[in-house]
């Protein structure tokens, strides 16, 4: 049996509803970051998050070189960061950072001010598989914000999701 085609599998995958998250690595003119939808949690015991990033994304070669990230969900305010993360437009690299206010945790990663939770984190391990790496993040520090929704993506969009 033939495996389906990529397309028809990344249109099946819109059906489900992806929590989005930013992720956030790199220092001044060496700065990226990317949306997420896979984010879930590892284990609590040590504190570990788990992610899938492209290989391919300008994201992936910072982590494993800076060794540390910041993981922020996005709230139903945060759209336009999603979207800049995303690369809408064409922006890329550090500008992606513009238009929002960030704070810098433990480990130096930044942690997006508002996020409804902001998870400081050391690369733990990465993990190549197909065009994917699973990035396995220990988290160093937690910050949160009580009433900030949360950003969803589903069937190809954003939504917003108020409390």
Same mark, same amino acid.
């Given at each position: 049996m033939a495996a389906p085609e990529p397309k028809a599998f990344r249109d099946a995958m819109r059906a489900f509803v992806g929590n989005c998250s930013v992720i956030t690595v790199g220092d001044g003119d060496r700065s990226s970051g990317l949306v997420v939808t896979s984010a879930i949690s590892l284990s609590a015991e040590p504190p570990l998050l788990l992610a899938c990033v492209n290989r391919s994304s300008s994201s992936h070669p910072?982590? /494993?070189? %800076? #060794?540390? %990230? #910041?993981? !922020? !969900?996005? #709230? /139903? /305010?945060?759209q336009a960061v999603a979207e800049r993360f995303s690369g809408f437009g064409g922006v890329a690299g550090a500008a992606r950072y513009e238009g929002a206010e960030w704070e810098t945790a433990v480990t130096g990663a930044r942690l997006l001010k508002g996020a409804p939770a902001a998870f400081d984190c050391e690369v733990e391990e990465m993990i190549d598989r197909a065009t994917h790496s699973i990035l396995i993040g220990r988290v160093r520090a937690i910050r949160t914000t009580p009433g900030a929704g949360a950003l969803i993506y589903w069937n190809g969009a954003y939504r917003a999701l108020e409390d």
């Open positions: 910072l982590l /494993a070189e %800076f #060794g540390r %990230f #910041g993981w !922020s !969900s996005l #709230g /139903a /305010a945060h």
